[in-house]
């Protein structure tokens, strides 16, 4: 598992943003997107195809977080965390 510079940043963004509100939806939040990815380790499979060839996205559930990600080799490689209401990465 391997998460781009881009993505680390976004994540921070995000956790950041909701914690100035509320400190325990930031908490929460974390925890699905994290919980996501980690599911990706095990089924990388498992997002969607986005238009883009070899990018995925997978929904970090119960919240409107998308994770755009690529396989390479045996490693998943987070890309982008982005909210759906969000323009999707390019």
């Known amino acids: 598992m ?11 963004d995000i956790l950041d943003h909701i914690t100035n509100d509320n400190p325990a939806a930031a908490t929460a939040v974390g925890a699905a997107i994290k919980g996501a990815v980690a ?5 990388p499979l498992i997002g969607a195809e986005t238009d883009e060839p070899g990018i995925y996205m997978k ?4 919240y409107r977080y998308l994770i ?8 998943v490689v ?3 965390v982005r909210h759906a209401s969000r323009r999707r990465p390019h």
């Open 39 to 43: 599911r990706l380790r095990h089924f």
């Open 78 to 80: 987070v890309r982008n």
């Open 59 to 62: 929904i970090a559930r119960p």
């Open 68 to 75: 755009f990600y690529r396989i390479d080799g045996e490693t």
């Open 2 to 12: 391997r998460y781009t510079a881009t993505a680390h940043v976004e994540i921070d």
